[in-house]
């Protein structure tokens, strides 16, 4: 399984930055894939996750009706709109992907298998 993002940079806080996640390689019709991030010197954090299949989305408090995520199945990507962005957003942001065995709530909180590289996003204040 393979995972791209793309997207990420520098924004001043209040703009908009949407990031993109291309997968490939998957051996399973259905899978969640999300976003989580880390920023220097904390845990990552989960943010969002989508399914494959019919779109169910999840989201963690602290981004409920900033970010919204949107899965093109066309494309296989996968997209993190992220609006009204703070200078706490800053951080290294990482798509990631599994199975659809377990809900979408409990892999943004323990983390799934697959993982891409990452991109950074910078809020400047």
């Known amino acids: 399984v393979q995972l791209v993002e793309s997207g990420g940079g520098l924004v001043q806080a209040g703009g908009s930055l949407r990031l993109s996640c291309t997968a490939s390689g998957f051996g399973f019709d259905a899978y969640t894939i999300g976003w989580f991030r880390q920023a220097p010197g904390k845990q990552r954090e989960g943010l969002s996750c989508i399914t494959s299949s019919d779109g169910i989305t999840y989201y963690t408090d602290s981004v409920k009706g900033r970010f919204t995520i949107s899965y093109d199945n066309a494309k296989n990507t996968v997209y993190l709109q992220m609006n009204s962005l703070k200078p706490e957003d800053t951080a290294v942001y990482y798509c990631?992907?599994?199975?659809?065995?377990?809900?979408?709530?409990?892999?943004?909180?323990?983390?799934?298998?697959?993982w891409g590289k990452g991109t950074l996003v910078t809020v400047s204040s």
């Open positions: 990631a992907a599994d199975s659809t065995f377990y809900t979408g709530d409990y892999l943004l909180a323990r983390g799934m298998n697959y």
